[in-house]
């Protein structure tokens, strides 16, 4: 068995040389050479525009990621309680007091991502008021 019966790329034949890619585009010998870049710029386009509208978070996605947030640190600390008990030998006083930590420690991420969420919208609502303003 030679090399081109294993599927190995034989000289002039891998997809760097252009012809034989299967791939259309200018050089490659496809038959749409400029409908598709047109295609291309015009997709990019509306992507950006699409993105550019919704950058901050949705109401969805904010709330998973405050429920995340405080679930995660809840976990951890009792994880932590946990670990220590079974260390120390004092069940189940490190395991209470780790969850008030992990406890706290939820809550006051989700307090800073409540702000950040806050702060995030008061700006989209100024530059919004900004654009409107110097439109005309």
């Known amino acids: 068995m030679g090399d081109s019966d ?13 012809r034989g890619s299967g791939l259309a585009g200018p050089g490659n010998g496809g038959a749409d050479d400029g409908g598709f870049d ?21 109401g ?3 709330g998973m990621r405050i429920a995340v947030e405080l679930a995660a640190a809840v976990v951890v600390g ?21 969850f008030v930590v992990g406890c706290a420690a939820g809550f006051l991420n989700v307090y800073r991502t409540a702000q950040e969420l806050d702060r995030q919208a008061k700006e989209r609502k100024a530059a919004g008021r900004g654009d409107r303003n110097g439109r005309g």
Do not use: C, H, Y
């Open 6 to 18: 294993r599927g190995a790329p034989s000289p002039g034949n891998g997809p760097s040389q252009g």
């Open 78 to 98: 009792t994880g932590i309680g946990i670990v220590l008990d079974r260390w120390w030998g004092t069940s189940p006083w490190m395991l209470i007091a780790f």
């Open 60 to 62: 969805m996605g904010a």
């Open 38 to 58: 047109k295609r291309l710029r015009a997709a990019q386009a509306k992507r950006r525009a699409r993105e550019g509208s919704d950058k901050g978070d949705s």
